[in-house]
């Protein structure tokens, strides 16, 4: 007996607009942050432009609560929602 297999790992999507919600911490924090913002979803990116970008948000803030990816599969686009966390 044998099995074959195929795997299909589907489209490329590239990173397309990153969306800001809340209050910035700081004034420009949004305009910074989207200038750093580039057009390539490979995760290893996400997290590069993750390390200087979440100097613009409080102390322990993490990628997982504050960025929500949104994927248009007909475009392959993923869009992305960061929110500032509301001061305390």
């Not at 700081?26 to 750093?36: E, F, I, S, V």
Request: net charge negative; hydrophobic share 40%; glycine share 6%.
């Amino acid at each position: 007996m044998s099995l074959s297999m195929c795997a299909y790992e589907g489209k490329q999507f590239c990173l397309g607009t990153l969306l800001l919600g809340g209050q910035e911490p700081h004034a420009d924090d949004g305009a910074d942050l989207q200038q750093t913002w580039k057009p390539i979803y490979d995760s290893s990116k996400l997290e590069q432009w993750w390390q200087p970008a979440a100097t613009a948000l409080p102390c322990g803030a993490r990628l997982e609560r504050s960025l929500e990816l949104r994927q248009d599969p007909a475009s392959v686009i993923v869009n992305a929602l960061l929110r500032f966390p509301a001061a305390n």
